[in-house]
């Protein structure tokens, strides 16, 4: 079985600060994890996913994420926050059944000018 | 390419009332999902159609909810009849299908539904 963790429900950082959005997931098969984000009345859109290449992933809009399989771990990052960057951020896992995807309960990222 | 598109965006009806969902799919995407998203939960899926065909249904609440795709084309959600568990934000996303394991599921801007 698979599920996700997102540690806050709400992040606030300031304008140029670090953004880091935790995301820990179980899952008894090799995982792909995935980062959603959701913009105010618009749909889920895909930031980056891992699937078993490269453990350090590269996304849309200068994030990226970093697989640590010893601490089942898919945290996002970004070294400098942006206005724009405030939304809904989501992380998902599938494993064993590719086309079903867990989903962890959201993280609101707050930019502060 | 247009997105994957969903109607109505708001929905308010009352308990015991019937409420329909619909959801376009990216055009040439087979895989069509719904998913529900719960009082500020996370988002669970509901089920999965290939084509026509369910292929995973696991995650229907109950059978008050049915789900169809005629035609292989857009999808609709029936909720019959409503109850105030049911109100959340319901997804709908769509795949290509045919790329190996990882298929990026696409998603639309979702449905509100309130059931009073």
């Known amino acids: 079985a698979q599920s996700v963790t997102q540690l806050g429900s709400h992040v606030s950082v300031s304008e140029g600060a670090l953004v880091l959005l935790r995301c820990n997931y179980s899952?008894?098969?090799?995982?792909?994890l995935f980062w959603y984000v959701q913009y105010p009345n618009q749909g889920l859109q895909l930031l980056l996913k891992?699937?078993?290449?490269?453990?350090l992933v590269k996304g849309i809009n200068g994030f990226e994420a970093e697989f640590k399989k010893s601490e089942t771990s898919f945290h996002l990052t970004k070294p400098s926050a942006h206005m724009s960057d405030a939304a809904e951020y989501f992380c998902?896992?599938?494993?064993?059944?590719?086309?079903?995807?867990?989903f962890g309960s959201g993280t609101k990222l707050n930019v502060k000018p | 390419e247009a997105g994957v598109t969903q109607f109505p965006s708001h929905s308010v009806i009352e308990k015991g009332q019937t409420v329909t969902l619909r959801c376009d799919p990216i055009?040439?995407?087979?895989?069509l999902y719904w998913y529900r998203r719960v009082m500020g939960k996370e988002i669970k899926f509901l089920l999965h159609f290939v084509k026509e065909s369910k292929q995973d249904e696991s995650g229907m609440p109950n059978n008050r909810f049915l789900a169809e795709r005629t035609g292989g084309t857009y999808s609709t959600l029936k909720v019959q009849p409503a109850e105030l568990e049911d109100s959340g934000v319901y997804f709908c996303?769509?795949?290509?299908?045919?790329?190996?394991?990882?298929?990026?599921?696409?998603f639309g801007p979702g449905t509100r539904l309130t059931v009073l």
């Open positions: 996303a769509s795949s290509h299908g045919g790329q190996g394991a990882v298929d990026t599921q696409y």
């Open positions: 891992y699937t078993s290449a490269a453990t």
């Open positions: 998902a896992v599938t494993g064993g059944n590719f086309n079903k995807f867990y």
């Open positions: 899952s008894s098969v090799p995982p792909y």
């Open positions: 055009s040439g995407h087979d895989n």
